[in-house]
């Protein structure tokens, strides 16, 4: 079984920061990547930031210059740096795990999500 628990969600102004957390846990996953999403009331889900085993980042367009992850050195936890925050932010963020190895036939694993609000 594999977990993955986000935490650091909240509420912050307009040009504040936030850091969210992820870990990814259980005898079954073995990293290949992770990263995050967020959906927005009535929105799509959109992908935010990336980041491999190698450590290789991808970022979303929106938020490339404001946001920064990273990886816990040897550990199965990415920490998402947000800096100059903005209303379009807003949103649901999950954290998304994937395995190098299947569990269950499964190689992606998903949080449950944590709540960001940004407001003027």
């Known amino acids: 079984q594999v977990q993955v628990v986000e935490s650091g969600g909240g509420l912050v102004e307009a040009g504040g920061s936030l850091r969210l957390s992820c870990t990814a846990s259980?005898?079954?996953?073995?990293?290949?990547?992770m990263g995050w999403y967020r959906q927005a009331p009535e929105k799509q889900r959109e992908k935010v930031a990336t980041?491999?085993?190698?450590?290789?980042?991808n970022y979303a367009d929106s938020v490339k210059g404001r946001f920064t992850l990273s990886r816990e050195k040897d550990k199965n936890t990415v920490v998402l740096q947000m800096d100059s925050l903005t209303p379009e932010d807003t949103g649901v963020y999950f954290c998304v795990a994937l395995s190098r190895i299947r569990v269950n036939g499964v190689g992606d694993h998903w949080g449950r999500g944590t709540q960001v609000i940004v407001s003027s």
């Open positions: 259980g005898s079954g996953f073995s990293f290949e990547s």
């Open positions: 980041i491999t085993v190698r450590g290789s980042t």
